[in-house]
């Protein structure tokens, strides 16, 4: 994953993130400890990372740096964040979906 491709993932994944906490299979799968065979590679994914953080979304900003933190190597810290790359319209287009 390149640098740039970094801040498209964080923006995709907090969309994802926001449609399984609040109109996806959280409300069927919160109170499981375990996410049950059969699910898809991003839905278990996103099941753990919605049990971390208490059924809470998480910004784009807050996973860019998570991507940033533990891909360091493809995405050192001196280059652009979020704040400072401008906007594509289909970024608009991922936030508006939210």
Not at 36 to 63: M, W, Y
Not at 76 to 97: H, K
Request: glycine share 4%.
């Amino acid at each position: 994953m390149k640098c740039r491709s970094s801040h498209a993932a964080a923006a995709a994944l907090e969309s994802e993130l926001y449609r399984f906490v609040t109109r996806g299979r959280w409300a069927q799968l919160q109170d499981l400890k375990a996410p049950p065979e059969g699910l898809s590679t991003l839905t278990v994914c996103l099941f753990h990372i919605a049990r971390l953080n208490d059924g809470d979304t998480l910004s784009s900003k807050q996973i860019h740096r998570l991507i940033r933190r533990e891909y360091p190597e493809k995405c050192p810290p001196d280059t652009p964040t979020i704040e400072s790359v401008e906007t594509t319209p289909g970024d608009r287009q991922l936030e508006n979906r939210c």
